[in-house]
């Protein structure tokens, strides 16, 4: 392995690291928060509680929180502004180890060999910053886990050089007070001339040491209570739970949730242990064991090696210990009561609705910052985006051409929307199983319009398509439309996104129960644990293409207000990782960084090496999901792989694919920067001299030149054309 594969490896593990320490560290940030109000509320409850409350915050830095099929809450939005907050989108957009000016080369020159190492900045202060603080994080990380591995080999040599105690030489039997302390078997018990305090070690071997100037020192009852102290933490596992806690106070050491975590929690295991071992006394007795704990305090010298948990010696805590102890009629326990339980059940669920991750997806999931084009100055090299007026004028003449060919039915007739034409018919029939498909697509199309322009003759072909699309469900199982051809399932999942975007634009409570039906019928079309294809009942296959489109139609309907299967989401999500090649970027139909889809008649007039449809299809599914585009070396390669390759009207070379084109301009929308200005440019540049502008098929566009006109026709290359012309549209 050459070093410039070794860079390029090490890019991409810490594009992943960041992610997940933005998306762990934000939840942190959360739990912290939502612990700080429940230690509030519990002040007056027991220490036990409260223990358990403080290691609840830490949860959410070690693991993702599992999403919850419900909708959304206001609580993903609150984590994407934190996450916004630690992530600046300047920084975002340096990140990209790929150069800069990647879009300005010829178009026809060809995309890098898979798992061609790309360009590497030769200092590392031009390094991308993800790399840059995994680099620093990893040395101090390494750094204190050293100092921690040289303080446990310490304690274990002061452990290995303490000798014995047999049991005759205590007053009490200390296996009896194990069982009394709900310990199964009790621990070794050693005496100590280095350590000042009493404490417990030893994760594998329990060690019970007392010091022999504290046993020397304290009278046999007040002895019996310091151990019984000890045992205390034994019982609960604040060895284990210690340990734990300091490997995440290493991982996290910058995290102020440990820190703050970490000081409480220290002193509430105190006072749980406290609390257990006076509950063996009767309260008479409760002053003697003030005493010895004030003696073992007074005895405690010289800081010493953390080797397990025991008294606390912080005078800062000694006066409200001892006066917790010999409190007049205080209640204490020995462990978690029933009601502290469902207090800490109600607490765990809080945290868990509110850590929900965006749309119910477990990685960290907050959509890059997206420039406006008041806001953006144009990239160097890029295309001059036309005035607003043009772009607003191509969208309406485009929609009055869908308006003049739908059928009265409300629907589009893919193959025979020409009888509707008046004078010489229009060209380009698409397949006659399609009408569902192409309906969704125009609606989606004249929506887009409407929102611009109001036009109220756009308005009421929405109405005649909106109930169209409602009358053509199948009442039991929610599909839109028959279930005849190949591509029945993109059908289904147009008109689910579509009529989702509308209840989004106009809501009407009529529609609802049809959106809900539909996007039950996506979830049962799902593999299990996989994605999508064309068969219903799945038969187990899965493509990249039908898998972008529903986790797209799911993630609009989260974003509507509709409850989505979250296990749907992911493991589409997950699919789409998986057909993408970490090296290149690249996106696969059926495998990891293959080509994108082609019907074999078509491979020679549109070669699939001319598009990176897969790619752009699945940058946008990500998109939708809030997914950071610009803080994961797999993505970054993918938009950089688009900005190598914008739109291009060349019909010889056959570079005209409008599929990858919209989902193109939808998912470098959401990334932003420089990539986006180049190909909003190229999409106007290349799609507004190609609109037919005069003749009863003014607006339209020609599907003769697409890979798939001649499954949707002119129906389906217009609005396709539409909808990609109004992703450009600054807001």
């Not at 509320?41 to 949860?59: D, E, F, I, Q, T």
């Not at 022999?212 to 020192?217: F, S, T, V």
């Not at 949730?257 to 970490?262: L, Q, S």
């Not at 607006?699 to 006109?709: H, I, K, L, M, Q």
Request: proline letters at 7%; aromatic letters at 6%; a neutral charge.
């Amino acid at each position: 392995m050459s070093a410039a594969e070794l860079l390029e490896g090490l890019d991409l593990v810490a594009a992943r690291w960041s992610e997940w320490m933005v998306a762990r560290g934000v939840d942190g940030l959360l739990a912290l928060a939502v612990v700080g109000v429940g230690c509030l509320l519990a002040r007056r409850a027991s220490p036990h509680l409260r223990a358990a409350l403080l290691l609840l915050a830490l949860v959410p830095l070690v693991a993702p929180v599992p999403p919850l099929p419900i909708g959304r809450s206001s609580a993903p939005s609150l984590r994407a502004s934190l996450a916004e907050l630690l992530v600046a989108p300047p920084a975002l957009e340096s990140a990209s180890p790929f150069p800069a000016d990647s879009a300005a080369k010829d178009a026809t020159t060809a995309l890098p060999a898979a798992g061609a190492p790309s360009s590497r900045p030769p200092s590392p202060w031009l390094w991308p910053w993800p790399t840059i603080a995994f680099l620093a994080w990893a040395a101090v990380v390494l750094a204190l886990l050293a100092r921690l591995v040289v303080n446990e080999r310490a304690a274990l040599r002061c452990l290995r050089r303490a000798p014995r105690l047999a049991p005759n030489e205590l007053s009490f039997d200390v296996a009896a007070l194990a069982r009394v302390a709900g310990l199964r078997r009790p621990p070794r018990v050693v005496e100590s001339a280095e350590l000042s305090a009493p404490l417990t070690a030893g994760l594998l071997r329990p060690t019970l040491v007392l010091p022999r100037a504290a046993r020397a020192a304290l009278e046999p009852d007040e002895l019996r209570f310091v151990v019984l102290h000890e045992l205390a933490h034994l019982r609960r596992g604040d060895l284990w739970l210690g340990m734990l806690e300091r490997l995440v106070r290493i991982a996290w050491f910058f995290h102020p949730a440990v820190w703050i975590v970490g000081r409480r929690l220290a002193l509430e295991r105190e006072l749980a242990c406290d609390d257990a071992a006076l509950a063996r006394f009767r309260h008479r007795d409760r002053h003697a064991c003030a005493g010895a704990f004030l003696k073992v305090v007074e005895l405690a010298g010289a800081p010493m090696p953390r080797l397990a948990a025991g008294l606390s010696r912080d005078s800062r805590h000694v006066r409200s210990r001892i006066m917790r102890m010999v409190a007049p009629r205080r209640v204490v326990t020995c462990r978690l009561s029933g009601r502290a339980w469902l207090a800490l059940t109600a607490s765990a669920a809080a945290l868990l609705l509110l850590l929900q991750p965006a749309r119910g997806v477990a990685q960290p999931r907050v959509q890059a910052a997206r420039p406006t084009a008041s806001a953006v100055e144009p990239a160097a090299g890029a295309p001059e985006l036309p005035e607003l007026p043009e772009l607003i004028e191509a969208l309406q003449l485009g929609a009055h051409w869908l308006v003049r060919h739908q059928d009265s039915a409300g629907f589009w007739d893919a193959d025979g929307f020409d009888k509707l034409c008046k004078g010489t018919p229009c060209e380009g029939k698409g397949g006659a199983l399609n009408d569902v498909g192409v309906t969704g697509l125009a609606l989606l199309a004249l929506i887009r319009s409407w929102e611009r322009t109001g036009d109220a003759k756009v308005g009421g072909a929405i109405e005649r398509a909106d109930a169209y699309l409602g009358s053509v469900q199948d009442s039991q199982d929610g599909c839109f439309g028959p279930k005849a051809g190949q591509h029945f399932m993109y059908g289904h999942m147009m008109a689910t996104l579509t009529l989702v975007e509308l209840q989004a634009a106009a809501p009407a409570d009529r529609r609802v129960g049809s959106i809900r039906r539909a996007l039950q019928f996506i979830t049962r079309a799902r593999n299990p644990y996989k994605g999508w294809r064309y068969a219903f009942p799945p038969d187990g296959d899965n493509d990249g293409s039908v898998t972008s489109a529903a986790v797209v139609a799911l993630g609009r309907a989260l974003d509507a207000g509709f409850a989505v299967d979250a296990t749907a989401v992911d493991d589409g999500l997950k699919l789409l990782d998986e057909l993408t090649d970490d090296s290149t970027g690249r996106t696969g139909y059926h495998e990891a960084g293959s080509l994108s889809a082609r019907e074999p008649e078509d491979m020679d007039l549109w070669p699939s090496e001319q598009t990176e449809a897969m790619t752009a299809a699945a940058l946008h599914a990500r998109a939708v999901h809030d997914v950071m585009l610009r803080t994961s070396a797999r993505t970054l390669r993918g938009i950089d792989r688009l900005d190598a390759r914008p739109p291009r009207w060349d019909i010889k070379s056959g570079s005209i694919d409008l599929v990858y084109w919209y989902h193109g301009t939808c998912a470098l929308r959401a990334a932003g920067g420089s990539a986006w200005d180049r190909w909003r440019g190229a999409i106007a540049q290349e799609l507004l001299p190609h609109q037919v502008r005069d003749g009863h098929a003014a607006g339209s566009f020609d599907p003769r030149v697409d890979p798939w006109g001649d499954n949707g026709g002119r129906v389906y290359s217009t609005a396709m054309a539409l909808l990609t012309l109004a992703a450009a549209l600054p807001d």
